[in-house]
Structure formats: structure tokens, C-alpha cells
């Protein structure tokens, strides 16, 4: 592999966002049926300017983008011990790219970016049968916490 260099996401990456998104959306698909096809998740444009947002991609020598992440900071719940924390989400590498650590690294930067901001305190959603990107999350230091259940009525 190429050596791979970890760097904030800009302007001139939407399009590679947007099929990384794609990517993204395509594995989540099989683990969750209330998603639609096609489905949109995010507004690449108005999350590279905002201040509490930050887009982190993995980027080859060659230019090419191979895996992204970003962690946006909200207000944690008042009975929290926590004010404020990090949501870690749009973990996506590229299939020939993936246990090869790239996911760490987006996630080292997406950490150091937190906790420059002064956050402590970092999560992340994973579907509980994606047994892969729980083990590495498990490996960069996350622990399971709690099973969203839901109903279909």
C-alpha cells in the first residue's frame, strides 16, 4: 500500500465524499431496513465551514481518496457528566484499503481534533451485527455502551 496521509477534508473532495458516502450507506443497507435507497446522509458543503464539525480523509500519494470520518461536537444531555462530547460518524474505508490500520488513523486525527476543542468524551453508533467495524472500534479504544432497539408497527 501507498503510504497514506490523514488530512482535514476540503472543498475539492465533495465528490469523493459523496461516494464515500454512497459507500458508506451501501454497508449499513444490509444491517438496517428502515433505510432508503438512495438515501442522502449528510450536506458535504455546510459541514466543511462549521466550526463544530470536522471531516477528516485518507488520502494516498496518488491523490486518491480512500477512507473518511468526521466528528461533530454536541451538547450532551444535563444528566450527563459530560457538557459536551464528540459523535464520530461517516467511518468509511474503501474495501481493498480496510485491516490494513486506515480506520485508526482517521480516528487518531478525528480524536486529536476533539480534544484540541477541549472535548473528552467520544461516541460513536455501530450496528450490532457489524461484528467487523465493531472489532475496530474496540481496537482504537471504544466500548460498547448501550443497544438502540426499535419496532416496527
Given amino acids: 500500500m501507498q503510504n497514506v496521509i490523514i488530512r ?73 457528566k459530560h457538557d459536551r462530547y464528540a459523535y464520530l460518524a461517516y467511518m468509511y474505508v474503501a474495501p481493498e484499503y480496510r485491516r490494513q490500520g486506515v480506520n485508526k488513523k482517521i480516528i487518531d486525527a478525528l480524536v486529536n481534533w476533539g480534544r484540541n476543542e477541549g472535548v473528552r468524551e467520544f461516541r460513536l453508533k455501530v450496528y450490532t451485527e457489524n461484528s467487523g467495524a465493531i472489532d475496530a472500534y474496540k481496537k482504537a479504544g471504544f466500548e460498547p455502551l448501550a443497544l438502540e432497539m426499535r419496532m416496527d408497527i
Fill in 8 to 80: 482535514p477534508a476540503n472543498h475539492n473532495d465533495i465528490v469523493d465524499l459523496v461516494k464515500m458516502e454512497q459507500g458508506v450507506i451501501i454497508a449499513e443497507q444490509p444491517f438496517d431496513p428502515t433505510l432508503k435507497e438512495n438515501a442522502v446522509y449528510y450536506n458535504f458543503s455546510e459541514m466543511l465551514v462549521a466550526p463544530h464539525i470536522k471531516i477528516f480523509v485518507a488520502q494516498l500519494e496518488d491523490g486518491n481518496l480512500i477512507a473518511s470520518g468526521f466528528a461533530r461536537i454536541e451538547e450532551a444531555a444535563p444528566y450527563l
